[in-house]
């Protein structure tokens, strides 16, 4: 242990053994406290190694439920009703639910969808076959907007979509009835209805704003 310069010539001119073994005691008070400059660092130093474990527990917690998404995602038995491009991870309830539109409380065939997409980032790829009077009760209910009538090759919907991940054809010998949706807020989505027999077919593109 050093003594400050100072200290041996204290020492040696008192020369007793109370003073050297005050001043011996002094110092190490200094040693074990150390400068408050010390002291500020170590603190610091503690309270970036619990930030940092914090953050390492919330990235694996956040890990873990990407992963748990994943798998369930992936265990989910297939809807048989979906398109081949339904990216599987959002069932029709909750895909119906998303763009706040209403099945009809009645008879529908041929149910086929898709919900393609990410994160409720989704478009959805809506097709069934029901009577003339089922069908405008299913207009009725999501409050569409009656677009009037179009014909084949100018069957199209205004969105950007490729018809051929569904199969979508609009034959020219047909007739067709377009709508949309006359909402103010929610998600947009456009409706095209294949009004040639009494067995109707409703073609429905929604997607994000």
Known sequence: ???????????????????????????L?????????????GFWVMSE????????WITALVVMVVAVGITVACTRPRDSRAYPNDSGDMPLKQGLKLFAIVMPDCPTQDLRYALVGSWGGHDLYLSFSASSECMQSFVKLNDMRDGGEVSAPGVEFQASTDLKQVG???????????YDANRTGGRPFEVIIDTTLDLQVVYLFGFPV
């Open 29 to 41: 008070i200094r040693q074990r406290n150390g400068s408050p400059f010390r002291s500020l660092l």
């Open 168 to 178: 979508w054809r609009f034959a020219a010998d047909r007739k067709y009835h377009r």
């Open 1 to 27: 242990m050093r003594l400050h310069p100072a200290e041996p010539a204290a020492i040696a001119t008192v020369g007793g053994p109370a003073l050297r073994a005050a001043l011996i005691h002094k110092r």
């Open 49 to 56: 190694g619990r930030s940092r474990r914090w953050w390492v």
